[in-house]
């Protein structure tokens, strides 16, 4: 045996474990999936029947409230690409300008990811509905007082919160990763050449970071799209369905309302679809503007 056939080898014995759990653990289950998808399987009898493109077209046309879910998950996409990006940079900017505290600033922003966003939500559940009313009660903050729960027009805002909470901290680190990469002594030359902090920035900074800000927008994107911890834990798509999202409409489909679980994979096979084509328009905008910058 060759050395570099035997390199081959020796590689290909420690990938293998991984790619083995990936067959699994992930490409089965989606496999398996997509199959399902055409039929009407219940999920729990032994037989079922293949139903083509019915559950995809029932979908798409006759059910409103994954129809409605899909609206709410869009708006809510919307609000955390660019929140949860801008704001992560922003902290990112003002956490690295510090000399000395810098790392407990890093680390004080990077706990609530290392808790999990199901006993977050359920923290955030107890801040809205007792600890808000209380401040609003016994203090000026008066405007605190609202129906952060069960009024459709703040639980949105309500599992944003709690959202960017639990994910501003992960984006935060990368940016940070990113402008410690800057080149210094191109910031030093912006400055000689009468370049103040903002054009510094925009000019020098923001080209050498883009690439870190298409790993962000495609990570939030992903995120976004699969929200289902946050909202599961305040508000369980309520009041009603107003705030149901896609992957809680699939789970409520398959596991507690009717037990269609090849109507629920058929969603959640739409769902992938979607993410897919938007992630990749968005990272061939991005790597296009890469090579611009």
């Given at each position: 045996m060759t050395t570099k056939r035997k390199k081959t080898v020796i590689l290909l014995a420690f990938v293998f474990p991984a790619l083995l759990f990936y067959a699994v653990f992930v490409l089965a289950p989606a496999f398996g999936g997509a199959w399902y998808s055409l039929t009407n399987w219940n999920g729990l009898n032994r037989t079922y029947r293949m139903v083509g493109l019915a559950n995809y077209i029932e979908a798409l046309t006759a059910d409103p409230f994954f129809l409605k879910s899909v609206g709410f998950t869009l708006k809510y996409v919307v609000f955390m690409v660019v929140l949860q990006n801008a704001i992560a940079l922003l902290l990112a900017v003002l956490v690295e300008s510090r000399r000395r505290s810098k790392v407990w600033f890093r680390t004080i922003f990077f706990m609530p990811n290392m808790i999990s966003l199901i006993i977050g939500g359920f923290m955030w559940l107890f801040i809205f509905t007792k600890v808000l009313p209380y401040i609003a009660e016994h203090s000026v903050f008066a405007f605190l007082d609202k129906s952060w729960i069960g009024d459709p027009a703040y639980s949105f805002f309500a599992i944003v919160i709690v959202s960017l909470w639990g994910g501003v901290g992960y984006l935060m680190v990368i940016y940070i990763a990113s402008l410690q990469g800057v080149p210094q002594h191109l910031k030093e030359a912006a400055a000689m050449d009468g370049a103040n902090a903002f054009k510094t920035f925009r000019y020098v900074t923001l080209p050498m970071i883009y690439p870190a800000l298409t790993i962000g927008i495609?990570?939030?994107?992903?995120?976004?799209?699969k929200a289902f911890d946050?909202?599961?834990s305040l508000t369980g798509g309520g009041p009603g369905r107003s705030t149901q999202v896609i992957a809680l409409?699939?789970?409520?489909?398959?596991?507690?309302?009717?037990n269609r679980y090849g109507y629920a994979n058929a969603k959640a096979m739409i769902l992938f679809l979607v993410v897919f084509l938007i992630t990749l328009i968005q990272l061939w905008l991005m790597k296009r503007r890469e090579v611009e910058s």
């Amino acid at each position: 045996m060759t050395t570099k056939r035997k390199k081959t080898v020796i590689l290909l014995a420690f990938v293998f474990p991984a790619l083995l759990f990936y067959a699994v653990f992930v490409l089965a289950p989606a496999f398996g999936g997509a199959w399902y998808s055409l039929t009407n399987w219940n999920g729990l009898n032994r037989t079922y029947r293949m139903v083509g493109l019915a559950n995809y077209i029932e979908a798409l046309t006759a059910d409103p409230f994954f129809l409605k879910s899909v609206g709410f998950t869009l708006k809510y996409v919307v609000f955390m690409v660019v929140l949860q990006n801008a704001i992560a940079l922003l902290l990112a900017v003002l956490v690295e300008s510090r000399r000395r505290s810098k790392v407990w600033f890093r680390t004080i922003f990077f706990m609530p990811n290392m808790i999990s966003l199901i006993i977050g939500g359920f923290m955030w559940l107890f801040i809205f509905t007792k600890v808000l009313p209380y401040i609003a009660e016994h203090s000026v903050f008066a405007f605190l007082d609202k129906s952060w729960i069960g009024d459709p027009a703040y639980s949105f805002f309500a599992i944003v919160i709690v959202s960017l909470w639990g994910g501003v901290g992960y984006l935060m680190v990368i940016y940070i990763a990113s402008l410690q990469g800057v080149p210094q002594h191109l910031k030093e030359a912006a400055a000689m050449d009468g370049a103040n902090a903002f054009k510094t920035f925009r000019y020098v900074t923001l080209p050498m970071i883009y690439p870190a800000l298409t790993i962000g927008i495609f990570l939030t994107l992903n995120g976004s799209f699969k929200a289902f911890d946050a909202v599961y834990s305040l508000t369980g798509g309520g009041p009603g369905r107003s705030t149901q999202v896609i992957a809680l409409n699939i789970f409520e489909e398959a596991f507690k309302s009717s037990n269609r679980y090849g109507y629920a994979n058929a969603k959640a096979m739409i769902l992938f679809l979607v993410v897919f084509l938007i992630t990749l328009i968005q990272l061939w905008l991005m790597k296009r503007r890469e090579v611009e910058s």
